[in-house]
């Protein structure tokens, strides 16, 4: 999967297809400059061999690993939340408006095709491998079952992505190899869309890639049951927030524990281990280590593989360290002030010293009273030292080389579903008595302390009579998710399940467009929430705040060529029929 051209044949016929999966692709309009092969021409040089099936199914992994798709991932996760912000020199038009909430429906970043072009590649996986069993006796139903397993779930992990940042989309499962075909698809309200998603990541479990069947790279390169199971309660945590459903939130539980079941079965106890842990998290700064430096780690579950050799992860790069070659001294985005302030982001009991090693590691310079700080996670390759972190003090930036930025994108990993976990537990939870709370924070407490330098936990661990309601441990587990988390694209879906959880009349069965026309009002936002939304800004907070007060504001303008090459498509009601985003106040 690192190279796609080290598993695809140097082939006339397979340089055609290899080509179609890595061009962009818009399936909501019928656009003739879109090229796509034909059905004749991919039927007859394809389809025939278990290793044709292999290399459409790594030319599918390999469209996600696209600058475009990275950029938003970063962009829709972090850089809209409270986390990032932009630099002053170089600036990026889209980020500003971004920045302001004065996005226009031209802004690059409401560019929803490469996310398309991951699912059509999908689609065309899943439409043509099964005839292949016909042909070649060597691709068996289980070979078959395992690479619809994969692409059912890429697919869902996609269009969860579109729903959280546009809400209404279009949903096909049609494969379109013809750039004659009809392509002028009508949105999706999102509950039946994330239904769709539950339903194929359901049957993907059953066929799914198991766990341990690696043990090299593909074990965390490839969807594979934990994987699925953790998109599984990423999306029932999103949509028991949104409807605020028990039913849901058990359900996200449920899956919570299949994973970390699975990941306990799986853990090789080491050397100094001698009483198995209850969960397996590496400990204090070696986390670091083995997350963002040596990576694939033993916690992690999925993340996209970019070795610098034969791919770059060039978006990464650009964003948060270099925005344009190595000669450049910043990226175009840097963490907030908040990371650099002691007790603001990370629980401080000794107001001398900060004993969390992320305080120390997720950013450079910190405790230097800066406005911004650049980024140190998934971009040092230092290995930590051992010891009392606050004796070691702030890193200052470090050299990296621009070309060949080998550097994972992580989507799951076991400390993520853990505090999922507890954050479904909590809203579970009956009321202030409820035992959920303290089991819920039984899990965000180790979470907490494997980051703690060892002399200090008995001092600096977080204190249960601090969090012990209900509103208490929804502000710790938002809080850790951001501690554990932050820069790995959680922090604006992590802000607007806690916005949906605290506002009332969501409706996600219908599109926002069918309100407006039924006239319903438009949900109020959370205030709370917004207020963590703009702590980052150090002028102009209360400014942002005011474009963001409905939930229409939350999500982004459908694309302005989009609108114009499908008319059966419908503006966010929050944006104008112009190019203007509209303040509604």
């Not at 920045?99 to 690059?108: G, I, L, R, Y």
Request: charged share 20%; proline share 3%; aromatic share 10%.
């Amino acid at each position: 999967m690192n190279n796609i051209a080290k598993h695809i044949k140097k082939m006339g016929k397979t340089c055609r297809v290899c080509l179609f999966f890595l061009l962009p692709l818009s399936l909501i309009g019928c656009v003739d400059t879109v090229l796509l092969p034909d059905d004749k021409t991919v039927d007859e040089d394809f389809w025939k061999t278990k290793a044709d099936v292999s290399e459409m199914v790594t030319g599918a992994y390999r469209s996600m690993l696209a600058t475009s798709v990275i950029n938003n991932l970063i962009v829709w996760g972090d850089f809209r939340s409270d986390e990032l912000v932009p630099v002053s020199s170089p600036t990026q038009t889209a980020l500003t408006e971004l920045s302001a909430v004065n996005v226009q429906t031209t802004n690059a970043y409401a560019n929803w095709s490469s996310l398309y072009s991951v699912i059509n590649n999908c689609n065309i996986v899943l439409s043509r491998a099964g005839g292949v069993m016909a042909i070649d006796p060597s691709y068996t139903d289980g070979d078959y079952q395992v690479d619809r397993s994969q692409m059912l779930a890429l697919r869902a992990l996609c269009y969860f992505y579109l729903v959280r940042n546009f809400r209404d989309v279009p949903y096909s499962a049609h494969a379109y190899m013809n750039s004659s075909e009809p392509m002028n698809l009508y949105q999706s309200a999102p509950d039946s869309v994330l239904q769709l998603c539950i339903n194929d990541l359901q049957e993907a479990e059953r066929n799914a890639l198991d766990p341990t069947a690696y043990t090299d790279w593909r074990s965390k390169g490839l969807i594979n049951r934990d994987a699925i199971d953790a998109l599984l309660a990423d999306i029932y945590l999103w949509r028991a927030s949104v409807a605020h459903s028990a039913a849901d939130y058990g359900q996200c539980v449920a899956y919570c524990d299949k994973v970390i079941a699975s990941k306990r079965a799986a853990h090789q106890p080491g050397r100094n281990e001698t009483v198995p842990k209850e969960y397996p998290l590496a400990d204090g700064n070696q986390a670091f280590a083995d997350l963002f430096i040596t990576q694939n780690a033993e916690e992690s579950i999925f993340e996209l593989q970019l070795d610098g050799a034969n791919n770059s992860n060039t978006a990464l790069c650009q964003m948060l360290y270099k925005y344009a070659s190595n000669s450049s001294t910043t990226g175009y985005l840097k963490a907030s002030t908040l990371f650099g302030q002691n007790g603001v982001v990370y629980v401080n009991n000794n107001a001398a010293k900060n004993s969390d090693y992320r305080y120390w590691q997720n950013v450079y310079a910190v405790g230097s009273g800066a406005e911004s700080f650049d980024v140190r996670k998934m971009i040092s390759t230092t290995v930590p030292g051992t010891g009392d972190p606050s004796s070691r003090g702030a890193y200052a930036r470090e050299e990296r080389a621009y070309t060949h930025f080998a550097q994972n994108y992580i989507f799951y990993r076991l400390s993520d579903v853990m505090l999922m976990k507890a954050e479904a537990m909590t809203q579970l939870a009956a009321d202030d008595n409820d035992v959920q709370l303290r089991q819920a924070f039984n899990i965000v407490q180790y979470v907490n302390s494997r980051s703690l330098y060892s002399g200090s936990l008995s001092s600096d661990s977080l204190k249960w009579s601090y969090y012990n309601s209900k509103a208490g441990m929804e502000s710790l587990v938002l809080n850790e998710r951001l501690r554990e988390l932050s820069f790995e694209g959680k922090r604006w879906y992590d802000l607007l399940r806690y916005n949906y959880r605290h506002v009332a009349g969501v409706d996600y069965t219908t599109t926002l467009y069918r309100q407006e026309v039924e006239g319903r009002a438009r949900v109020r936002n959370s205030q709370d929430m917004l207020n963590l939304v703009v702590r980052k800004y150090a002028s102009g907070g209360q400014a942002a705040a005011s474009k963001m007060r409905t939930e229409p504001q939350l999500y982004m303008p459908v694309y302005q060529s989009e609108m114009e090459v499908n008319p059966n498509l419908r503006q966010n009601p929050a944006y104008g029929s112009g190019k203007d985003y509209t303040k509604n106040y």
